[in-house]
């Protein structure tokens, strides 16, 4: 009897002892619990995953946790926290209704707005594409202070700019949601020639964009000049929908070829699954859109440093099947996909989610051409900077159309990769106050995966 009791004493101990040994749970919504889950959705998703630190501490706050975690080439994985602005990732065109670039033009230094969202205070206030900036928040702009100047005043809860040729105006902050469709119009020549900005790729333009469609097949439109010299990219479905919409394409063709880390490995979409990860509340079908799109057999595509993401992935994935004519400059050459992790409550707590951000997939097309992290190189090098002032979108004299309505009009599509001659020369800052910063739109087609692998 008294050596059980000693077994049983002496098995107690052992209990005891390892329960102290064990640490104690992280408490849900302590920055510990959600650095801990953030660790784990990288090792497990992270395209970079082997590069992860070794050691780490799981006590600060989540925000700078992750980004401590980045591979060094990693320039656009990203962490938020819902309702929490400080996370977000505020951009003028996001903020205050307007996109701006700083240049030396004939050796003098200039900041010109480059875009204006259609409705926001901007637009409203009369700021129009091409108006010349020369202050904001009453300092006066330079090389050297541009940028801070512009980080800084994303931050108030107001902007004030002084035009060149005089004006001034204060613009409230607040969250502008583009429309996806800025113009679409016919040109009326040889043939007609159909021309289409495209903000971003989100379904809530889907039906802006079938009645453009619509619209160009009634004029009979031959030729389709499709401008993205703005587009941050987007929803990855809703590029496919584009594609289906102009391309000459089958639903059933090879859209999108993903390569991911050793556990995710490899995995492609045709343009039909791709589509099929619309958001709820959309049920558009490949069929339908193709048989009531343009079925082009080419595009002219307009592109810049802001062309991004999705938007790249629709001119990469389109030249297996169709022609592409690239025109204006290099795009910015994000040529990999990310999706959105939310932070689950037994994680969270009672405290807002955080949703990770991570690039998990680099993309490549049907042929296996990818790999454009220097950006997509134009068939017509154009600089939209040569005229100045900037024109509207959808001027003919702007020298991106001008450029495709030329070739259009003499059918020289044959010698590609000339460049176009320009009036003055320009250089361009590194620094747009632009949309590419903005935050990464969740893209759906990779979260059955995820929440598979959970």
Request: glycine share 6%; aromatic share 10%; proline share 6%.
């Amino acid at each position: 009897m008294r050596q059980s009791k000693t077994i049983l004493l002496a098995l107690f101990s052992v209990v005891l002892l390892s329960c102290e040994k064990d640490p104690p749970p992280d408490e849900p919504g302590s920055n510990e619990a959600i650095n801990r889950w953030t660790l784990e959705q990288m090792q497990q998703y992270y395209y970079w995953n082997s590069k992860l630190p070794n050691q780490v501490t799981l006590d600060g706050k989540p925000n700078i946790f992750f980004k401590n975690l980045l591979y060094r080439d990693d320039h656009y994985s990203t962490i938020l926290q819902v309702l929490n602005s400080d996370t977000y990732g505020n951009t003028l065109a996001n903020t205050f209704g307007f996109d701006m670039a700083q240049l030396q033009y004939n050796g003098q230094t200039m900041q010109l707005v480059t875009q204006v969202v259609p409705f926001s205070e901007a637009n409203l206030a009369g700021l129009h594409r091409g108006d010349t900036i020369q202050q904001v928040n009453t300092q006066p702009l330079e090389g050297y202070n541009f940028a801070p100047v512009l980080e800084a005043a994303l931050k108030l809860p107001s902007i004030q700019l002084r035009l060149q040729n005089g004006k001034k105006m204060k613009l409230p902050a607040s969250y502008i949601s583009q429309p996806v469709v800025y113009t679409a119009q016919i040109f009326h020549k040889k043939t007609n020639v159909g021309y289409l900005f495209l903000s971003q790729f989100d379904f809530s333009g889907g039906y802006s964009v079938l009645e453009a469609i619509q619209k160009f097949k009634a004029s009979l439109v031959q030729d389709l000049i499709l401008d993205l010299r703005y587009n941050t990219g987007g929803q990855v479905a809703f590029a496919s929908f584009c594609s289906l919409t102009l391309a000459d394409i089958a639903p059933n063709s090879v859209f999108v070829r993903f390569r991911g880390n050793e556990k995710l490995g490899n995995r492609e979409e045709t343009f039909q699954s791709a589509l099929a990860q619309q958001p709820e509340g959309y049920s558009f079908q490949a069929e339908e859109l193709l048989q009531s799109g343009l079925q082009l057999k080419r595009i002219f595509v307009l592109t810049g440093p802001n062309t991004a993401s999705a938007s790249e992935m629709l001119i990469n994935s389109l030249k297996p099947y169709i022609e592409v004519i690239q025109i204006g400059t290099e795009t910015l050459g994000k040529d990999m996909a990310s999706t959105t992790l939310s932070s689950p409550t037994q994680v969270s707590g009672h405290q807002r989610a955080w949703m990770l951000m991570p690039l998990v997939y680099k993309i490549y097309n049907k042929d296996g051409s990818g790999d454009y992290n220097s950006g997509l190189i134009p068939n017509y090098h154009t600089d939209e900077f040569a005229q100045l002032p900037l024109l509207p979108f959808g001027d003919e004299k702007d020298p991106l159309l001008q450029q495709a309505l030329n070739i259009i009009a003499n059918n020289t599509t044959q010698s590609l990769n000339r460049k176009a001659s320009t009036s003055a020369k320009t250089f361009t800052s590194p620094y747009f106050g632009s949309s590419y910063r903005a935050i990464p739109m969740t893209l759906p087609l990779l979260l059955p995966i995820f929440e598979k692998n959970k």
